[in-house]
């Protein structure tokens, strides 16, 4: 009975460790998106940053979690306010970009409206900006729950060198059951999750209906197609597209930039002066600490040490170009089963009814905590095989349960919005399915898929960094690759070497912005740009 008091508290140390980091990105959006509204110079600077840190996993900022609060801070409260930040930075960006966008996206007759009332800033956030952006954050509560749920073993449990830090949580119990094979504590604390997964997938749910009933206003992701019998979504849409929206938003925030931003209604132009400046001191400020901090960190580098990580650069980037190729076979399977899957349930209601909330379901529940169990029941077999194939098959396993969801969601959510007549032109050629996909589907897709494949890829690394290198996966034995950067980030913190993660890291967080900049805003403008399908209505 006590040990069930023990898990019982720690899951709700847990779940409220997570519900208390997306409460501070929703309150720290509002004011983030208001200040965007008010100075162009803040907007500019901030949505380009979101996009940029979005694309870096939390792995990215390991090392740099552990040298300022770990380090510096110290003690339990460093201890604590390292868990919280890499939780956050799980959690924050979509609902981040959300808010934002509905902050934009705000009527501008209702903006007259406040104008006229003569709101200020209190009034105008209580009475419009905030309801209006409730069922944008309502949307993004699922994805924000699962991505902070995934890293909790990651984040509670913070080894570096001979050194442990550890938070009370579950994913604390559930790493010391693990390293103990106390197979009852395992059980239990997974079966903690699970009802705590449950429980709050059913409040979202309802919140989620609760705010698009009292909030939403006749959008055109309401005014749906009458003329196809497509799936009755309703309300609850809002939170079944939720995940894979965590990396879509931050590409619609791009086409709010472009073209719904509303060059006739900019607000800067009729803010105060006093808004403008505070917005471009805020953002100076942020980007002077940014510079302060990475030269006081640099000239505190030795320059025989620069010279070692110089030196360990070329095996940095072969190991991140394996971990790539591994990335590439996650995302390439998930692709493959999502078209499948995906196609089959956007044309079957009933079906789509049923599995779709166990997917998602399914989706909310982090791998890490029973992915052991998994291993226990298939390691035997696993050593059988040849040259390590056994450790490169468990990371495959490991990445693709923790982004399957991504492009599986987007795709299925691009099938649903091809128009009616272009369904009626398929069946009145009498197109068979491969003819389908090859002719509309896809191409009628591809916004929809290069945002989840870019989830896909940017989300695998969570995997990568759990599977790679994972000592004491259950008692007396350890899941190791041969080469990685996930590896070698893990071990460099294990071992403490610090200034080899951080420069590992580094380069990581380097190479996946330029991705993201490079390819994936690139084919996302061409997708957008060639493959609107909307527009062949008109242009026939």
Known sequence: MYGGLIIAAAALATFARVLAMMGLSIVTGWLLGYASLRSRGFESAYIPAIAVLESVPVIGFFPLVLIIFVERIGGPLGVEMAADFLV????????????YQAFKTVPRDLEEVADN???????????????????????????????????????????????TYEVFGIGTLLTGYVAGGQMAGIYYSILAIGVGVVGFMTLFRYFARASVAKY??????????????????GSSAWVTLARPMRRLSRYAASAVLASVA???RSVSGRAPRLARAAGYAIGIAILGYIVYSSYRLIAAVPAATWSELLSDT????????????????????????????????ATHVRASAIVIPAVQTIAAFPPPAYFPLIYMATYTYMDALPGGIGAEVYVFILGFLSTFYYVFFSFWMGVQSIPVEFWELMDNYRLGFWERLRRVVLPATLPYR??????????????????????????????????GLMKLLDVYVSQGYLHRAAWASLLFGAVVAVYSLLFTERLMNLSRSRYVVEEGIFAA
Request: net charge positive; glycine share 10%.
């Open 88 to 99: 956050f930075d799980a959690v924050v960006w979509n609902i981040w970009v959300g808010i």
């Open 117 to 163: 009332y003569g709101l200020g800033f209190l009034g105008k956030m209580r009475k419009l900006y905030v309801p209006y952006s409730i069922p944008r954050i309502a949307a993004n509560l699922f994805p924000s729950f699962a991505d902070g749920l995934f890293y909790i073993m990651a984040s509670e449990v913070i080894s570096v060198g001979v050194h």
């Open 216 to 233: 939403g206003l006749d959008t055109a992701a309401q005014i749906r197609r009458r003329e196809r019998p497509a799936p009755r979504l």
């Open 262 to 264: 509303r060059p006739v």
């Open 314 to 345: 070329p095996a940095m980037l072969y190991a991140l170009a394996v971990d790539y190729g591994r990335v590439a076979v996650i995302t390439g399977a998930s692709f493959a089963i999502s078209v499948l899957a995906g196609y089959y349930l």
């Open 450 to 483: 290069v945002s989840g494949i870019s989830s896909t890829v940017n989300s695998a690394w969570g995997g990568l960094m759990v599977g790679e290198y994972w000592p004491g996966v259950v008692p007396g034995r350890n899941l190791e690759v041969n080469v």
